[in-house]
């Protein structure tokens, strides 16, 4: 992809917007773009730079991206809303054609690989309120205030945030930025082998330090196994790629597969309230380590049709009204509100799963699902806002000593995110 009207090729110590900031390594990317740690010469702190494909649709999804994310920092000066922060942004010409160019502020792993580095066996409930308080307060800022709908939430697209910062205490850190593009790489050139190997090695060895020194894990030396106790685990919502202004939507079918509500796959319209249920997909996943939903097409019905099943499975029959309101409800349900190709459905209530195949203890499956069953309620307008959940006792931390358990999961989930980082840069 590589090619015209594709990604721009980086090589570390690359200067960006007439040499504001300089490349040092890659972070990540997604089907538009590839994202880059950069160093900003101009403040002194490292950012996260996102390269946009050149060609037009590309160009034009980031300049909505742009938009959006505009509208996100004007409104959030103080930085306290819970959202990824836009810096600043260019335009960037290569040999494949000019590309749009975010710079963002720098964030640290997503939810995703914090789930998989816990073994998929779930974090310590306490961190799951302050993830889960985090991210409300996220959702409230954007519903309330912008009138914004992610449309696409789920642990990919919320990262850890660092307080720790490198760039104010670069002795502490370990980390020093790369400035300039070594010898033998003139304007983008080929860098020599050894060479490129080595500054991959430096810069490598750099974020590794950052990982181990950020708040995600309290700054601490991971090796002393330290329990999760007193550090504050703080996210930020991120990638506004397929974000609209609620009374400007643009695609009928939202969201990702696992965490996409009932009424969209219905065709029945939608509102803020998609974004509530993909967050309580979420939330079970962070405290469960496992989807709450992963449908599949089988012999004679399809992924839509067996993902409403579950649904029905874990949160009782869809009441008839919901179910048939939407302009595909005929393609699944039949005039009696069931569903028309798989008949027999296993019913099983969220607190029963909880405690049957999580393990959690009653009380805990109780308070869990008190919170949760809300957000999952069918009728879309019945689900509370995330101002409302922000409100629920659940959210309230219990027991401030951890168990010998969780002191033993935050060994694991550490030695996980240390591990992060050295797989990020493919
Ligand atoms: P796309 O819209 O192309 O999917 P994303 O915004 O999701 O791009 O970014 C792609 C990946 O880059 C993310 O999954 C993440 O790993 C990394 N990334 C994006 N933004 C940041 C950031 N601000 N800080 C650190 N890593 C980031
Ligand atoms: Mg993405």
Not at 225 to 250: P, Y
Not at 303 to 314: G, I, K, P, S, V
Not at 376 to 382: E, V
Not at 409 to 426: I, P, Y
Request: hydrophobic share 35%; net charge positive; aromatic share 8%.
């Amino acid at each position: 992809a590589y090619r015209k009207g594709g990604y721009h090729a980086v090589r570390i110590g690359d200067p960006f917007n007439g040499g504001r900031y300089i490349a040092q390594r890659k972070l990540g990317w997604g089907n538009f773009s590839t994202v880059w740690l950069a160093y900003d010469t101009k403040s002194s702190k490292f950012v996260a730079l996102k390269i946009q494909k050149s060609a037009a649709e590309f160009a034009e999804a980031a300049l909505h991206e742009i938009q959006v994310l505009s509208a996100i920092a004007n409104g959030n000066p103080s930085d306290s809303k819970c959202v990824i922060r836009l810096i600043d942004q260019f335009k960037h010409s290569g040999p494949n054609g000019q590309h749009l160019c975010m710079v963002l502020e720098f964030l640290g792993d997503s939810l995703l690989r914090l789930i998989k580095h816990n073994r998929y066996k779930g974090l310590p409930l306490n961190k799951v309120r302050e993830l889960c308080k985090s991210i409300l307060m996220g959702l409230d800022y954007l519903h309330r205030e912008l009138g914004i709908i992610h449309t696409d939430l789920k642990p990919e697209n919320v990262l850890l945030v660092s307080t720790i910062d490198p760039s104010k205490d670069p002795e502490k850190s370990g980390l020093t930025p790369i400035l300039e593009r070594p010898e033998g790489n003139p304007n983008g050139g080929v860098v020599s082998n050894a060479i490129e190997k080595k500054l991959k090695r430096r810069a490598r060895k750099a974020v590794a330090k950052i990982a181990l020194r950020r708040d995600s894990m309290g700054g601490i030396k991971v090796r002393e196994k330290k329990s999760l106790d007193g550090i504050d685990l703080r996210c930020k919502v991120v990638d506004f790629g397929n974000a609209c202004w609620a009374d400007q939507q643009l695609a009928e079918e939202i969201q990702t597969r696992e965490y996409r509500a009932p009424e969209v796959i219905l065709g029945a319209g939608y509102s803020f309230s998609v974004d509530m249920w993909s967050f309580a997909c979420m939330a079970f996943e962070l405290a469960t380590g496992e989807m709450m939903f992963a449908p599949k097409c089988g012999q004679g019905f399809s992924e839509d049709e067996d993902h409403l099943a579950r649904m029905m499975e874990f949160l009782g029959k869809m009441p008839r009204k919901v179910a048939i309101t939407g302009s595909r409800s005929k393609e699944y349900f039949d005039r009696h509100g069931d569903l028309k190709r798989i008949r027999r459905l296993k019913f099983w209530s969220l607190d029963r799963v909880l405690v049957e195949k999580c393990n959690f203890n009653e009380s805990d499956a109780r308070e869990f699902t008190d919170f949760l069953s809300p957000l999952l309620d069918f009728a879309p307008d019945k689900r509370p806002t995330a101002e409302q959940s922000l409100q629920h006792p659940w959210l309230e931390i219990k027991s401030p000593n951890p168990s010998e358990e969780e002191k033993e999961d935050f060994g694991k989930l550490a030695v996980g995110m240390t591990n992060l980082q050295f797989e990020v840069g493919r």
